[in-house]
C-alpha cells in the first residue's frame, strides 16, 4: 500500500442540518508577540471554512474560476472580536447562509472554542464575470444556497 494510502487527509468540515462546521486548532504561527491570535488570521479561518462549505455543497468555485464562468467577491464584511484565541485551542468555524440574491449570497460565521463565542462576522459575496462586473450566479448553486439559507438538512 503506497504512504499517501495511509496517511490522513486534511481537516474538512461536515455540514449539521444546514450548517456546517470546521474544525482547526490554533497553532504559534497564528499568534502574535502577546500570545493571542492575531486579529487578520480569524478571515482566514472563516474563508477557509467557507471555501469547505462550498465544495461540500456540490459548488465547485475552481471550475468557474478555470472555465471562466466567474468568481465570488467579498464585498461587505461586518466581524466583532469577543474573546481572543490561544495558542493550542481547539476552534470550530460554524457557518450559515442568511441571505441569497440573484448575484449574491450572505454567510454568518462564528468562530466557537467549545460552547464560547469568539468571534462572529457576517460576510457578503457576489458573483462576478472575469473582467469584475456583477452576474447571476448560476441557478444550480443559487438553489443550494436557497435550501440551505431555509434551513433544509443538507447532505450532498
Same mark, same amino acid.
Given at each position: 500500500? @503506497?504512504?499517501?494510502?495511509? *496517511? @490522513?487527509? @486534511?481537516?474538512?468540515? $461536515?455540514?449539521?442540518?444546514?450548517?456546517?462546521?470546521?474544525?482547526?486548532?490554533?497553532?504559534? +504561527?497564528?499568534?502574535?508577540?502577546?500570545?493571542?491570535?492575531?486579529?487578520?488570521?480569524?478571515?482566514?479561518?472563516? +474563508?477557509? /471554512?467557507?471555501?469547505? *462549505?462550498? $465544495?461540500? /455543497?456540490?459548488?465547485?468555485?475552481?471550475? /468557474?474560476?478555470?472555465?471562466?464562468?466567474?468568481?465570488? /467577491?467579498?464585498?461587505?464584511?461586518?466581524? $466583532?472580536? $469577543?474573546? @481572543?484565541?490561544?495558542?493550542?485551542?481547539?476552534? *470550530?468555524?460554524?457557518?450559515?447562509?442568511?441571505?441569497?440574491?440573484?448575484?449574491?449570497?450572505?454567510?454568518?460565521?462564528?468562530? *466557537?472554542?467549545?460552547?464560547?463565542?469568539?468571534?462572529?462576522?457576517?460576510?457578503?459575496?457576489?458573483?462576478?464575470?472575469?473582467?469584475?462586473r456583477p452576474q447571476r450566479q448560476p441557478k444550480a448553486w443559487t438553489d443550494i444556497f436557497s435550501r440551505l439559507c431555509q434551513g433544509e438538512d443538507f447532505h450532498p
Open positions: 500500500m @503506497p504512504v499517501s494510502d495511509q *496517511m @490522513p487527509m @486534511p481537516a474538512t468540515g $461536515r455540514f449539521v442540518a444546514a450548517v456546517h462546521h470546521f474544525p482547526l486548532r490554533i497553532y504559534f +504561527e497564528d499568534t502574535d508577540l502577546s500570545g493571542l491570535v492575531y486579529h487578520a488570521n480569524y478571515l482566514r479561518y472563516m +474563508e477557509r /471554512a467557507r471555501s469547505d *462549505m462550498l $465544495r461540500l /455543497a456540490g459548488i465547485d468555485q475552481r471550475a /468557474a474560476h478555470d472555465s471562466g464562468t466567474g468568481v465570488y /467577491a467579498v464585498t461587505d464584511l461586518h466581524i $466583532r472580536y $469577543r474573546r @481572543p484565541a490561544r495558542l493550542d485551542d481547539d476552534l *470550530m468555524v460554524v457557518s450559515r447562509v442568511v441571505q441569497v440574491g440573484a448575484a449574491s449570497c450572505a454567510i454568518h460565521q462564528s468562530v *466557537m472554542r467549545a460552547d464560547e463565542q469568539l468571534t462572529d462576522a457576517t460576510i457578503s459575496v457576489a458573483w462576478l464575470t472575469p473582467q469584475g
